[in-house]
């Protein structure tokens, strides 16, 4: 089962230089050497919390336990706090509700991400309900859902709809649809409590090194 782990946090403006430089050169390596598979680094450019989420996988729980008990964990992580603030992290594994393959890099992939719990009592409906026109709604507007994760360790809202688009166009005219906004009406009217939406843009800062990296295995 694939786990994902994300961590969340905002950067210390007066040490944005020494952040970057820290996290492409200490901190990712760190974390790809420890077993964590980076698979990407998103800026939140709308929406509410934090405004740095770096996600990476995992397939055992306990394994992530192991990593995050050591001491080499610690000491990095202690650095990345003292660069920056409101730092947080989740644990999510796979819902169900999507058919999903490997979740692997996307180069330049932009995120619409939706979260929100489920209405006690309609759990059978809000099912057949994402299964029947969430997901093919969303697929006509060209910013499919491409994974749905449940929440097991975190705070927040414990459903996630991950929606993946190209550019920030594709999601801008998707949202300002009768369609969208009919299902968004529908989720909240019916079957969700606790609805809120971010839109995020990637970095580069793990997808480029890794597409570089793949690119040099040919040399």
Not at 5 to 25: A, G, H, R
Request: proline share 5%.
């Amino acid at each position: 089962m694939t786990i994902l782990f994300t961590q969340c946090w905002d950067v210390i403006p007066s040490k944005l230089d020494q952040y970057s430089e820290f996290v492409m050169n200490e901190y990712n390596p760190a974390l790809a050497k420890m077993g964590l598979k980076l698979l990407g680094g998103y800026y939140v450019i709308v929406g509410r919390g934090p405004q740095i989420i770096a996600v990476a996988t995992i397939e055992e729980q306990d394994y992530l336990r192991k990593i995050l008990s050591t001491e080499e964990y610690r000491l990095i992580s202690n650095k990345l706090l003292t660069l920056v603030s409101n730092y947080g992290s989740r644990l999510w594994v796979q819902s169900g509700r999507v058919t999903e393959g490997p979740y692997k890099i996307q180069m330049g992939a932009w995120k619409f991400n939706q979260h929100y719990n489920v209405a006690p009592g309609v759990e059978e409906d809000h099912y057949r309900f994402v299964k029947e026109e969430c997901i093919p709604g969303m697929k006509e507007l060209r910013v499919p859902v491409t994974g749905a994760w449940r929440l097991v360790i975190g705070e927040g809202p414990k459903l996630l709809a991950e929606c993946t688009a190209r550019n920030l166009e594709d999601i801008a005219k998707a949202v300002d649809t009768s369609l969208f906004r009919r299902l968004v009406r529908k989720l909240n009217r019916t079957f969700a409590t606790d609805y809120s939406s971010r839109i995020l843009a990637p970095t580069g800062r793990i997808e480029v090194p890794a597409l570089l990296g793949e690119m040099m295995k040919g040399f």
